[in-house]
């Protein structure tokens, strides 16, 4: 009696053993914590673009773990088990967009957790953690710069810009104006339409400035380049838009030339000008002088220069300039180049000395 008393004490002993540990295995709580590093920002350019430096919680409970790439829909993209697979994801791959990374901690049994499903449907004991976001964007075009041309003449009175507009589709984290001579050195960069339609381009002086509008990221070097030319990073410049301050005709070269009169034709060759974009005023033509200013003619091409004769002025020395100039110069009654009047801009004068 005592022996049977003692085996079934000792079956019931056994039996509430087992339920305990039942217990214990449906007492886990899976707990994936907190997942640490990022967020990332990559640019779709067709140059592969992985995440590094991620870190789960040393503290993270559940028998069976995982990574979860989604959408920002929650939709499943990828389930790298491990880290270094996760790593190994190309997310320019991917496309525009953006991409969560999360850590799973599950108990078995759980539903729903297959590429193509979506991680708000998932069913089980599971805990998913924070999410770290991953930003695709699209590689920055600063799209078309609309407005303008513009045409000033500097005369002491303030001139601005108005009705610059930019492409609605431009795409970039950063944007800036920048504003430019016409080598591409770098004058101004107005962050705003506002700040740009603020510049006073008559106090630039004579010349050429050129309007652009930027989108960039920040690995662009847009803060410490002089020149446009040398801009590096991912970025995109929109067209140029012209503003003339004139008038403005430019430094010539060529010359000087020295002739003999002796009865053989004498024509000058190879003018040229130092920056022939920078020629600005509505009209121009060229001008030739004697040394003491008086006017002997005004060609109005090069090619009409080049086609002087300079040996039938006899000996003596003529002096060859550009002008530009606007409608109310007086070159069509003037008799001597140091009485003109109005808005207008000369060059430099190259020297034809006849001997």
């Not at 509008?213 to 380049?225: G, K, M, Q, S």
């Not at 006017?295 to 040996?311: H, Q």
């Not at 003529?318 to 060059?347: K, M, P, Q």
Request: hydrophobic letters at 40%; charged letters at 15%; one cysteine or more.
């Amino acid at each position: 009696m005592i022996k049977k008393m003692f085996l079934a004490v000792l079956a019931l002993s056994l039996i509430t053993s087992c339920s305990n540990d039942d217990d214990a295995v449906q007492a886990i709580v899976p707990n994936a914590g907190t997942l640490s590093g990022g967020p990332f920002t990559f640019v779709v350019d067709g140059t592969p673009d992985f995440v590094s430096g991620i870190t789960t919680d040393p503290n993270a409970v559940g028998t069976n773990r995982t990574f979860v790439v989604t959408d920002d829909q929650g939709n499943i993209l990828g389930l790298p088990p491990t880290n270094e697979a996760l790593q190994g994801v190309n997310f320019d791959g991917a496309g525009v967009g953006t991409c969560l990374i999360w850590y799973l901690r599950y108990e078995n049994g759980l539903q729903g957790l297959e590429e193509g499903q979506n991680a708000n449907d998932l069913q089980g004991n599971f805990d998913l953690s924070n999410s770290i976001t991953v930003n695709r964007l699209g590689a920055p075009d600063a799209g078309t710069l609309s407005g303008g041309p513009f045409n000033f003449i500097v005369d002491g009175t303030a001139d601005m810009v108005s009705g610059i507009s930019t492409d609605p589709n431009a795409v970039g984290t950063n944007r800036t104006f920048v504003i430019t001579d016409i080598n591409l050195n770098i004058l101004g960069t107005p962050g705003t339409l506002e700040m740009l339609e603020g510049v006073d381009f008559d106090g630039a002086g004579r010349g050429v400035c050129l309007i652009w509008y930027l989108r960039y990221e920040d690995d662009t070097n847009i803060a410490t380049v002089t020149n446009a030319a040398d801009l590096t990073g991912s970025f995109d410049l929109s067209n140029s838009i012209r503003v003339e301050r004139g008038p403005n005709a430019d430094v010539l070269t060529g010359g000087p030339f020295n002739f003999t009169v002796d009865g053989t034709p004498d024509m000058v060759s190879g003018i040229g000008f130092e920056n022939p974009d920078n020629r600005v005023g509505t009209n121009a033509t060229w001008v030739i002088t004697d040394d003491a200013g008086m006017i002997l003619g005004t060609p109005p091409t090069l090619a009409a220069v080049e086609g002087v004769d300079f040996d039938a002025a006899g000996t003596g020395v003529c002096l060859i300039w550009y002008l530009r100039y606007e409608d109310d110069t007086n070159i069509s009654t003037v008799t001597n180049a140091n009485d003109l009047t109005g808005t207008f801009h000369l060059s430099n004068s190259i020297t034809v000395t006849r001997n």
